[in-house]
């Protein structure tokens, strides 16, 4: 009971769960972020590609304390009827009550699904696709490769469609398939683990997530004590030839479209820094 | 941009035909059917109403949304919906005026044919209006694709979408043409966001005059005297 505060002080701590709007508006005013960042900067990234070796390919992510894992598995399955010479790609999030107290274990949240998704659409929707289904093929119409990309996230600090896009990248261009032929009279496939080969990968995606905070200022890579505050994301994904490969603007705010225009640029610097640590973290 | 060769005798820029049924369903405080041609979802809103206790907000009401398919079980794509029609939600009603309540809005697509998030949205527009929501705004929703050949379509249908290069979708409220929402997939450049940006800003335009023109009817059946707009 003897403390020198006097019970009417907050300590900034207080203060930030008491009031945290009111905090971050404070905050702001100085023009500079409450951990320190610009506007403008992102929280210190880190890519350490082909760190698990019982997978096909692996990465694991951080993004400031957001931690992601990536792990790529391959099977063998039957093509649809429709596309018989393509494989499929199956994206798969879990955000579990390891990486944050408001995830519920069990089946995926509102969230993971809505991330899964998104990760799906930028391998599926348009001329994008990332991964070249029709080389995932083995036999036509008797056996393809099934990718299945887990994506698990061991620490939740906001920001987490940057950080599975980033760990689904480099986990891809660190995944080599076994080569594998279809043994017709046994109607087996036969695989040789000593023979791989990579994925054909198309130019690679990147994205880069931005608040708007009270419908002006551009904030880079949102944390989980921003994100709430902000009333609009933008999440541009960009590739390697300099075009869009998705673009979402999500939140209940409004923003103009020179707001969004804003965003792509500076994603596009973000982009050359990421390119840079995927390509380097791969080579060792 | 010459004769158009779309399969059903539109323009690059035209819109199907817009159609709305607004109070459709007797128990909800709100319901409208919107639909583009043959494209067609309806949206009840319910609300304000009692929140359940653990999900009553003490500063604001709370949104459920619910969106079902027209076929098979929801599944992740019917989640982006969800979240889509919150965020229109959130854009649109006033949700710190009534705290401590539950507005609830629920989607049933009929007819998937094509542009299914605009069809969606705007007829969740629609239902908030209807159901008598204090709103700031009623968000307008067009889509438009990119061909293969670099040609943009409005409000593609799902034969469309299927060969369509890239897929836009955005949502406009009237003032300053703000943007609430945009889903942006496939392959583009930064010029072509641009270019679908204003087609879709044009659009959504005209889906203003639409819902102008469905409310007005729908007052004069009602017998109010609509002052002609100034």
Redo the contacts between chains.
Sequence with gaps: MTTSVSPYAFTAETFKRVQPEEYYRKILEQDVRPDGRAFDACRTTIVNAGCIGTAEGSAVVRIGDTTVVCGIKAEVAEPTLDQPQQGYFVPNVELGPLCSARFRPGPPG?LA??V???L???LY????KVVVLEDLCIEPEQAVWVIYADLTCLNYDGNILDACVLALSAALKDTRIPRASLDVDEGIVRADEQATQPLTLRPFIFAATYGIYEGRLLLADPNASEEPLMASQ?TVCL?ED????????????????EQ??QC?AQARKRYTELASLVSSSSSN | MSGSSRADGRTATQLRPMSASQGVLARADGAVRFGFGDALAICSVNGPMEAKLKEEQLDRATIEVQYRPATGVPGVRARVMEAAIRDIVEASVLANHHPRTLVQVTVQHLNEAGSAMATTLNAVAMALLNAGLPLRSMPATTTCAITADGELLIDPTAEEEAVAASIHTMAFVQEQHQLVYIESTGHYTEEQLAACHELCRAGADKVYAFYRVALEKKLAEEGFVVEAAA
Excluded: F, P
């Design positions: 509102d699904q809505l899964s998704e998104r799906r659409s930028l929707v348009g001329s994008s933008v590739m300099g075009q869009l490969a998705a673009l979402w603007k999500s939140g209940g705010g409004l923003c103009s479209m969004v225009q792509i």
